[in-house]
């Protein structure tokens, strides 16, 4: 077989991408250690590494004071900062939008309040307004980016746009990934919220060391985000996991269980209800108990109908409810062990209301990480597109 020019060519740039992905995440290195890393050649990573210094992707650490009698050897970092990602959760009451560098540290972070029952026209607006903000304040611009991803309420198509169903009003008119290109030279991707959330907690959260995952969003809306063989589940059309669709799940309903309890506060919003609920569970409440019961009951069909058909190794519950934790773990355990032939283990994120635009940012690091693969290493500051 004979070698051409572009094969070798290809290969040193794959040689090179396998040096930059030893760097991140790791500590600054010497040639030695990456070698290792690579499995490459001493002198070899000596080339490389020396190239990517030269083209902006890693830098030399200088050595500081030190009792060895020599010459140290140098060490290497992975330039972060040679570009960034954003990650945007475009929620029913808020949105959020988190700015990162290249190893997935947060620069800046930006929430606003968003009016439930905004036009369409109106919510991208106030997300226009809320990056505007963010890249102000972190002195970039657009061009700085190198992808985007936002996180939406709804099973999200191959298109980007949530057209089976979403609460966000008229939010199945839009198109959030051609609004954002109008601004944005880099690629950007739209998902669901749920489905992110499931990333953020594999990345970043409770279940690091879980490659089998279901995430329970528990709270006045329920969905479920999948990770199987440690790879997002969306699905041919995007709706993967959403079983609420299904009304015999009644996940539809659960959450009026809470709001319908005997004692709860009447002029208190749904979500004031269900944490009054809680509380007087805690507090031993036999109306409250009761709704609580009733409530894990009807969450445990649908996600006992996920664990037998997916046999994850975790079940994360996240989503405003899991605060509650405490009084909602140990019945819906109860609930699932009824229907399920092996129980999974049950966590409680610990991500909170960011597990959406955390796990935003990862699918757009993600994005980098797969274009660098299929297009090579090129100048780090020019444009992404």
């Known amino acids: 077989m004979t070698t051409t020019g572009t094969d070798l060519s290809r290969m040193r740039e794959l040689n090179q991408l396998s040096i930059v992905w030893a ?51 140098r060490r290497f970092r992975f330039r972060a900062n040679a570009g960034h990602v954003l990650g945007i959760d475009i929620g029913v009451h808020k949105i959020l939008v988190m700015l990162s560098d290249l190893e997935g540290n947060l620069v800046k972070t930006v929430r606003r309040p968003a009016d439930p029952e905004a036009a369409p026209e109106a919510r991208l607006a106030a997300v226009d307004h ?38 966000l009003p008229g939010w199945h008119t839009i198109d959030p990934a051609a ?11 739209v998902e669901n919220d749920c489905k992110l959330a ?9 279940a690091q060391d879980a490659d089998d995952i279901v995430f329970l969003l528990a709270g006045l809306r329920t969905g479920a985000g999948l990770i199987l063989d440690g ?50 569970a805690r507090d031993g409440d036999r109306d409250a108990k009761t709704a609580v019961r009733r409530y894990t009951r009807d969450l445990a069909v649908g996600l006992a109908a996920l664990v037998l058909a997916l046999d994850p190794q975790v079940v994360v519950l996240g989503g405003g409810f899991s605060r509650s934790a405490d009084v909602i773990l140990d019945p819906l355990e109860r609930e699932l062990t009824k229907h399920c032939l092996r129980l999974p283990e049950l966590r409680t994120s610990t ?31 020019a444009p992404r597109r």
């Open 198 to 206: 499931a990333v953020a907690e594999r990345w970043k959260g409770v």
């Open 179 to 189: 609004h954002l290109a109008t601004r944005f030279p880099c690629p950007i991707q």
């Open 23 to 73: 760097l991140r995440g790791n500590p600054p290195s010497t040639v030695t250690e990456l070698a290792g890393r690579a499995g490459l050649s001493r002198p070899a990573v000596d080339v490389l590494v020396q190239s990517l210094v030269t083209h902006g992707w890693a830098e030399v650490e200088e050595p500081g004071a030190s009792s060895v009698v020599g010459r140290p050897a």
């Open 130 to 167: 809320v990056i505007d903000e963010v890249l102000g304040e972190a002195g970039m611009t657009p061009g700085d980016i190198w992808a985007v991803t936002v996180g939406v309420t709804g099973p999200v198509d191959a298109s980007g746009r949530t057209t089976l169903f979403t609460p």
């Open 231 to 280: 790879t997002l589940r969306r699905g041919h059309g995007g709706a993967a996991g959403e079983l609420g669709a299904l009304k015999a799940v009644r996940w539809l309903t659960a959450p009026s269980h809470l709001e319908n309890c005997p004692g709860a506060p009447a002029a208190a919003a749904p979500g004031e209800a269900a944490a009054w609920v809680f509380q007087a």
């Open 351 to 381: 991500l909170g209301d960011e597990s959406v635009a955390l796990g935003a940012v990862r699918l757009a690091l993600d994005e980098v990480d797969s274009r660098l693969l299929s297009d090579g290493l090129a100048d780090p500051t």
